[in-house]
């Protein structure tokens, strides 16, 4: 069947308490059976839109509806009732702790049945047929006791349970570990071919999704539609252009255009030929030739254990982080990472072992909300440049310049929880530094940023790094760890598993499956290379491609 | 750990049933002011919960260890301030004297804040709590709304403990190390606000992931999970009166029992 | 002819049920039963005793009061004149239900078989016992009846039915979020019962039921946070009565009855915030509600935990603490409300509304 599945016209929406529309003047069709991918910076309106094709706004959520339509499979959303919306366009959400409401998988799945009145004969069928579609058949535990992926996956069920003739997904890997991003993935992979449906992709990890994308939309940081096209179009004759509008760009197809060409390679695969086709003979790796410096934190043995828990936290962890360094934590969850960080951050004394410190360090956690003491911006500012003893002049101009430098200058006097996710991290951040630390640990640094954000993030790091401060990022984020990382430290069960550079860790394929972490698409593409031709170095990330490039 | 049918009997019961009787036993219980009757129910309501019910007999004592201390609170106030009959005195420390019949109603009452209590976790801890929501729903007409917005807010007991805990050593590692008392007060205090609006911003979401699957519209409602009430639980409904109504005859026959006699005074 | 919704039948017939239980057995002596009217009159003829006589004809004055009021709110076409009417109904039979309450209260002078009231610490001369039976001629006094139960319970339906009595059309409509807020708040505070149950079993093991109603507080604030937040009618009521359910629900040895007295309580907030018309929330409001949900609570908890066999100067502090508690309830709440609404998570709801300023 073609034609549209849904369209919206002219659409101009703003939400409560906002004096700018998260939408505007949207025009766009997603097409019967077609698999679109929506990108757009942080704020772009990409959730709002979701919850309009769901019916969710107008029915449930209260928005100022200022001018345009939306219609979806015929009907005018505004007319239509929730009941029927909801059955027609399921939606998927990033969070799974607050996408599921009930104890069991079962009660889950059949939560949207009984809500359409589904008869209860036909519903024992029906979420049979959604746990196989999502792999979860034979999975008997409660949810409280499921993993991440496994609850975006029976969240996945919940929707597919509901036939929904389109599907929404709304950033459902954002805020998974590795191997909870893998699962839902190749279960979102098995549900592509089928092309009843249709399928609407927020998400930014591109490399996974570029294989079934059919069309691209880009929503710009003020809610317009900046660009409509296929992959090709995208990301090939418009990268310059999304890229301005700081929207992801598939890590693979940068490569490709580091080696000069209009490629766009789908999988690692197709990466291997490019490179093997087109790296310049004779260009290494460059290895970074810094001088070993003198330790600013040390662990030795260093174990943990919470109060109450059967088995420590952490066990015999020795390390050191120099000065100039960026380590970077990885592991599960549950592996301890945090604990660790904590630990030698001085906030958890260790139960066992010692940490030295020769210096100042400072914690930055992941939600920022869990560190906010005062009621303002400002505040939050003058509260650790106090602390430090500073006289009350100096405390002004050093937040004065703390604001600008954060580029909060604006929000001085607003509540920080009112803030962006962005500008709150930034906030956080920013306040750590107040404290004029040796050691800075941030904890998931880049979540839930986009693009944009996150570039100035690392680059804020990496001018930290180069002042001779060492950077400890625990993060999930195997970008980061490929392009930024000095040193990798993956953590397995409480114990140290790996210790070194990032290059080593990626190489090997068992040390990467115990520890559940992935390897990028770009380490994957060398390696391929590599097989094929030897004298391709194995490169982990684009920084290193362009440091060796640029030879 | 294989249990025998019989050591299910309550626990397999419908919850709304359970629930029910449990509150008018507790409704009757309000009105016994003796001290055995309420041992006597306590005796029947760990029965019904440990042997018949699947509980463990140290989770049952640890959860009404609580209550018990509650219940030497009692004892103790009603001791020394109950008002004495003349020449009841059993001992006198300074100016405060404890009188026998005061010692005797405190005892009661505190049993029977404890009987109370027993019974209520013999109902509910021996039930699922999905299970208890919806045959509330099915059975005693509560508003869909509520029973699910309750069973969707259930999950997150657990994670408010570790959430403020995490809030707490954000808070500190910021900087915030409270010496007095005061300072502790105010900083326990200013973890709170995080909790709630992190509370309420869950809230918003999880309503409108509930909305997403039709659940304000939904006019006529299915359910998936059956809860019938059998006959078997109206008898086991039936039973357990007939044992509160023995205890009380028991207690009117054996001469110790007290209820309250209508009178607001002592 | 005016509508007749369920609330406003239950008011009508809450009302009715007052005047009529002030026909049967009031009051037993040794040497005769007395109903309402019977013993009003019986007093007048024994020359009156200042104004105990009157205060029991105002009864079935304040009942009919109240009834007239309520016919004459659901037929007001106008929607303020409905409420100001409606609030007026309520009103006579909160009063009513104190007359009803001090005639019991004053029965308080009547001892029971082993322990002896000694009246020297507090004297009425509204004495039932004492003073009446004397100018009667009565005999022993041997307890109160029925009646005067049922005339409270009927006046107390009165006010429900008439709190719940709002016509249809300003009806509000309730949305899932509002459950689903009212219910996570109410695990919060479950979960803040179960930390402040350690340091609250001490207190209560020590200083009983003194220390008990410190704690009180923070019972109540869930109630009047819930009110405070959604600013709508049944707020407070639901948020209450949630908290309790979660603590049935997560296993606390509190029983269901537990639910009871969450609901006391509520009504007490309700009844402050149906009288301001769910308009007004500044300090003065939420500390009243606070306290009248301290205040509406008593009576059951009279019973409950066995208030009734303390020496009434212990009762008076007692009492005095609880309403403390009920004020600093009040404070708590909305210091809490605009504390969050301050994050901007309340965007979506009534007190989020009322401070959103544009951002």
Redesign the interface.
Known sequence: MTGAFAEIAGLTLRH????APALRDLSLRWERGERLLLLGPSGSGKSTLA?LL?G?IP????AHWESGSVTVDGTETRAA???SL??TV??V?Q?P????????I??EI???????????AA?AAR?AAARAETGLDGVDLP??RLSGGTKQRVALA??LA?RPAGLILDEPTANLDPAGTREVLHAVARLVGDRERSLLLIEHRLDDVLPFTDRVAVLDGDGRLAFSGTPREAFVDHMARLEALGVWIPQLRRLAALLGTDALPRDAAEAAELIVAGWPAGTMGTVDARAAAAPVVRADAVGYRYPGALRPALDGVSLHMARGELVAIVGANGAGKSTLG?VL?G??PPTAGTVHRDGQVA?V?QYP?????S?TVAGELR??LR?RGLGADEVERATESLLDRAGLRALGE??P??LSHGQKRRLSVT?ALA?DPDVLVLDEPTFGQDEHNTELLLATLEELRSDGRAIVAITHDQGLVADHATRVVALDGGTVAFDGPPGELFASDELLARCSLRRPPIAEAFRLAHARRPDVPSLVGLAAVRAALRQ | MRRSRLSLLVARRDPAVKLGVALLLSLVLVLVIDPVTPLLFIAAASIAAVALGGLSAGAFARTLLPLAVVALGFVWTNAVFAVPAPDDTVWRVGPFAASASGLRFGVGIGLRGLAIGAVSLAAVRTSDPTRLVVSLIRNARLSYRIGYAVLAAYRFFPIVGEEYARIRLAQRVRGVRPTSVRARAAAAVGGIVPLFADATRRATRIAVAMDARGFASARERTYWRATPVTAGDWLFALSCLLVAAAILGAGLAGGWLRLWNGRFSA | MPRLTMPRAVALGGALLAIVAFFLPWVQYANATYSGASLASAVTGAGGLRGFDTSLYAIPVIALVSIVLALFAARAKAPESEARLRILAIAASIAGLAVALLFLGSAVLGGAPDIVFSPGRITTDLAVTTAVAKALNAGAYVGVGFGVYLTILGFLAAAVGGLLGRPAETAVVWRTQDFVLLAILAIVFGAIYWAWLAPYIWIEGVAAQPGAELFFAVWFTSGLLGGYILRRPGAAFLAETLTAAAEVLIGAPAGPVLLITGMMEALGAELVFAVTGYKRWGWGTMIIAGIAAAIVAIPWNWFRLGYFALDPTLLIALLGVRVIAGAAAGVAAKLLGDAIAATGSLNAYALGRERVREV
């Open positions: 409560i308490g906002r004096r919850l769901d969710v029915h449930a959520v209260e009732g929730l009941a909801s059955s399921g939606v959400f969070d702790e607050t996408q599921l409401v009930m104890l069991e079962d009660d059949a939560f949207g049945l009984e809500n359409h009145a589904v008869p209860r519903m979420i949810i409280a919940a929707i509901l904590l951050a906030a958890l914690y956690f909300e869990h560190q906010f003491v009621r509260v650790t602390a607003a509540n929880f009112t306040t404290a």
